[in-house]
Each structure stands twice: as C-alpha cells, then as structure tokens.
C-alpha cells in the first residue's frame, strides 16, 4: 500500500488583464490518489516556466486550449517516479511530461518521457533537451531554412531558445548577432556562447545597433519577442529572407489575448519588395521528429559544441514571482522552479 | 532608308508625393533613330497600366532601380514590327517588351518576345497571357502551394491579377471568394469568372462579410491590396495557412514609399498562432519558369476554361489620367492603353 502524499497544486483562480497577478492563481492541497493500472505517479522536482503559459491563461482562440479556471496551471515538468503500475517504469526513474504547477501527479505511462540523468542534468530536459530545444532546432533549420553563411538575428538571445538558435546557426556557419537586455547578457551570448556580436536593447538604438551589426542585412530572424524589434528587422532583410515567428513576450500582457497586440509591423511590406517570408510556427507540430533533434541536441552538448545556462528558482510557493521574471528580462537562461518540497 | 518617324513619349518629370498628378510627367518628341545590327523598330500599340509603376516613381531601396528622372516613364508594351535588322524579327510581326510609355521604340532583339495574334488579341499578351497571367500562375501554386479544397480569397479580385487567381484556383477545385468593389465588379467575379462568393467592399463591412463568406477560416489570401483587408484576412486565417504578398494598392499613394506603409497589421500573431506563413515576391524571380506558366495559361484561355477581360483606354496622351484609374479602382479588367497614333 502507498504512503499518504499532499499534494499541493497551483490553480488558475481568474483570467489575468495584463501582467499576471499573485492572486490570479490560488494554492490547493490534494491527497495525492494511488496509481491504478498503466500509471506512474511522480514527486515534481523542476517545472518549466515559458512565456508561452501567459498565452494559455487567457480564453480566446488559440493553438492550444486555455487553462480552465480552477485547472492546475499548465506547465512542462521533470521529476522522479515514486511508485509505478506501468511496465516501462520503476520508482526512482526520472521522467519528463506536461504535469502541471503542482508537486506531484499521478500521469499515465503515455504521457511521461523517461530520461537519462547521467547525460544531462535534470532541469536541462526542460531546457536545452525539452521544449526550448525542439523550438530552437525545428525554428532554426525547418521553420527558418537556415543556410550556412547566412547573417542572422535572433531576439531574447540570452533566454532558453533564443540561445540554442545562436548556437545552432553557429554550427552551420553563419554570422549570428543576437539581440539582448543588459551588459551581462550581452557579454555572455558573445564571449561564452560564440555569437558573433550582440545588441542591448536597454541601452541602445535597435534600428542603429542593427544597422550596424548587421551592415548587409539579415537572412534570417528568429523573433521571440515581437514590438519594434520585429519592425526594425523587417526593415533590414535581404532578398529571400525568412522571419521566423516563434513568440512575442512584447506583446503578450498587452491585451490578454495572444492574437490581439499592441503593435503592428510598419514594415511588412519588405517582405514583398525582398520576396522574403515570415511564419509562425508551433513546436507541437513537429512532435513525430523530437527524436531526430533529442539525438542532434544531445550530441552538441555532450561534445562541447553546444552551452546552455538554467536560472533556477528554488521553492514550489515562489512559483508567480519566479513566473514573472520571464516578462520583465529578469531571467538569465533557461527559467525553472525548483519545487524543494 | 527609314522612314522619318516622331517618337512620342512620356518622361518622369519629378517623384509622385502621394497620388500622382498629371505634372509628374511630361510629354517629349524625338525622332526614332534607325536600327542598329541586333535591332528592332517597333511601333507601340498597346502600353501595359499596373499598380506597381507607382512603385517605381519613387526613389528608395526596392526590387528595382527607381526610374531616374527625366527617364521614359518604364511600362510593359506590346506593338508591331517596323523594320528589322535582327534575324529572328520581320515587319509586320507582333511584340511585347518593356519598351516603356512612348509611341515607338528602338530595340534590341532579346529585349522582345514574339507573340501569336491568331491565339489571343495583342492586348491579352499584357494580361493573362503577360505578366500579371505570369504574376497569378506563380503567386497561386508556387507561394501560394494551392492545394485541393482550399478556401482561396483573393482581393482586387476583378483586377488583371485576381481574376486570374480566382479562375486558376477554380481549376485546383478550391472555394474561392473574391473581393471587389462595386454590384457590377462583384457580380462579374461570380457570374463570368465562377467565383463561390464576392465580398463588396464598397457596401460590406469587410470583417463580417469575409466571417460570413469563409465561416471556416481561409487556407489562401492572395493579397493585392494591403491595409484593413489584410489585417481582416489575418483575423481568418486556419491552420498552416499561406498570405501570398502580391501587392498593396491601398498603400502606395501613402508615403511614397513603397516600403512605409500607412496601416500595419494588427493580426500578424495570427501567423503563430495558426501556423500560418505571409510571403512576398516579385514575378520576376520566376523568369526562367514562364514558358511553363504560358503555355498552361494560354491552353486554358483558348479552351474556354478561364475568362478574361481588357479595360482599354484610347489615346496616348491620355495617360496619367488612365494610370490614375488603378487606384481610384475605376477599372474594370487589365488597365491597358491603346496608342492610336
């Protein structure tokens, strides 16, 4: 018989106006239930925190349906198993899956990815081996039809995919400039990722820097961050170019609703005097190939070739202030909860 | 010996601030000189009027050097054979070529191409069987990637481009619905052309009328005309959805610049959120690919299976105020001038 567990759960109370608010969740504490045949259940050791989740707060059309009000909120998670009625599975595995804000879940045996701690450390499955990796390798090669010698910006350089697009675009030979906030950031893509120059946007003109770091024009831009700094790029292609529209944090807490900004590119038309193109695109589409791009990721960080930083937050009750960071640039790397329960 | 001939012809005068005015033009006389070897004398019948030679009245960075001042006024042509000194070319042939807005021309053989007068009348060669019968074959199926059961809308969609988008995407059993302005323009796209559905954007409100007409969302929008429509299409778009940036008639009067546009989209996130890809691109990328475009344009012209429709007006000097007729959208078909000198 298993041992009692509380489970402790972070609910969507209310849709947020803006920027999230600690009370637009709420804290609930569950009796975690046994696990009948075919499930696992996991102690939640990390939870992955990505700008995407602002998207699923709110209602509206989407790629993905909202959290329900009084859902536990939506998240990636990594974590260790405590007891398993699936075969693939054994207690002290560690897995990944969408589990959820909450310090443990009973999953079925389908949902969970088992992964191996010996190459990686656990929290970089939810970085540079998770999500953020897939975004960056379909986004940069698939999505961006990355070609060597191609000049590329990327914006959010610093943060989880925009830093492994970099260093993807690296490893086929292209200049890579990348757009980031602060000194520190700025100094870390270039000397200790091998960007080839980088961009404050806290202290600099972009149209200027860009002109500048850029001087025959951009081949391709991997956009996180939307605003003016898509404006700006847009105004700066080459012929062919490709802007690849992987997110907007700009934009986000603007109106409540992902499709509804506060900006609106002036400059789109380049895309019709540069035949250029400019596309969204949603990880999840590619999710038959993550194996092909685990392998190619893993293969670049055991060798060296590939770096990657986790910002790690300690403690399950710090998840909104930690959640909040992601929006005011006062993350490093890759964002994590540690739960520490 | 030759014969003496005027040469009528209409210069830049100054850059266009806005709309253009008849004295941004003016009209010069010359003699035609004689042909060299390699040379052709070509008398001018019919002058090719399209929405991208405001584009080209002004100066900036665009897919084309800007014409200079004092310059004849650069257009597609196609007229008759004076006299020759190119072995591929005879009197009395018929020719089209960029030969510019001027009554007569002296050309180099491999400026002109041959054209058949039993097939189709001289003024079609500036139309469907031209470059805007190139511009609706490539945009359509090559940016466009048409497929099968697409729901196609297409804006100027009686215009020398969308009428043709519009037939061709009937041919690929698309649903097709097109946007025009005016009963007479709208009733012509469904009646003669076979569109599913027209949209009046003189009398409908456009968000609406295009919920209304493509109430499950929109695989292709073949844009002409930038501004609202675009933005409204964006709104609509499904899931791995393509814009295919052809022009934006609505905004080159704006600035004068081709690139600065006086509206930007609001719904660009509509491009991640449904996957969806906006692209731009100029015919003549498409260049070494046109005989393959022409003789499947030209096969389904002479068997009934697309229709198309001329507006032409008379008299050479009439110019700047048939050119003006493009962005009034006071034509009604491919805008082409008769010489009749």
Not at 80 to 94: L, N, Q, Y
Not at 101 to 118: I, P, S
């Amino acid at each position: 018989m298993s041992e009692a567990i509380d489970n402790r759960q972070i609910r969507l109370a209310r849709r947020p106006n803006g920027l999230p608010e600690r009370d637009d969740w709420r804290l609930t504490t569950e009796s975690l239930r046994a696990a009948d045949d075919g499930e696992v259940r996991v102690q939640i050791d990390y939870i992955s925190l990505d700008p995407a989740m602002r998207g699923w707060m709110s209602a509206g059309k989407s790629y993905i349906e909202p959290v329900a009000i009084d859902d536990v909120m939506r998240a990636g998670t990594a974590g260790t198993v405590i007891d398993s009625r699936h075969p693939d599975f054994a207690a002290g595995d560690h897995v990944t899956g969408n589990l959820g804000v909450q310090t443990h879940a009973v999953a079925a045996g389908d949902e969970l990815r088992k992964v191996d701690t010996t190459l990686a450390d656990l929290p970089v499955y939810l970085g540079a081996l998770g999500m953020p990796g897939m975004t960056a390798y379909f986004g940069t090669l698939e999505v961006g039809q990355l070609a060597a010698g191609d000049t590329v910006l990327v914006s959010a350089a610093s943060g989880a995919v925009g830093a492994l697009v970099g260093q993807i675009a690296k490893r086929y030979d292209c200049r890579v400039v990348g757009i980031a906030g602060g000194a520190a950031k700025c100094r870390y893509i270039v000397d200790e990722l091998g960007f080839d120059a980088a961009i404050d946007y806290k202290s600099e003109d972009i149209a200027e820097a860009v002109g500048d770091r850029c001087p025959n024009g951009i081949d391709m831009f991997f956009d996180n961050v939307g605003g003016e700094i898509l404006d700006v790029a847009l105004a700066n292609l080459r012929l062919h170019a490709r802007v690849v529209v992987c997110g907007a944090i700009s934009q986000y807490n603007v109106t409540g609703h992902i499709g509804d900004t506060g900006y609106a590119p002036q400059n789109y038309l380049s895309l019709l005097i540069n035949r250029a193109r400019m596309e969204g695109f949603i990880v999840f589409d590619f999710a038959d190939r993550y194996p092909e791009a685990a392998q190619h990721m893993a293969g670049w960080l055991t060798n060296g070739e590939i770096a990657h930083r986790e910002d790690i937050v300690s403690g399950f009750d710090n998840f909104p202030d930690a959640f909040l960071k992601l929006f005011s640039g006062e993350n490093f790397g890759k964002l994590v909860l540690a739960v520490d329960s």
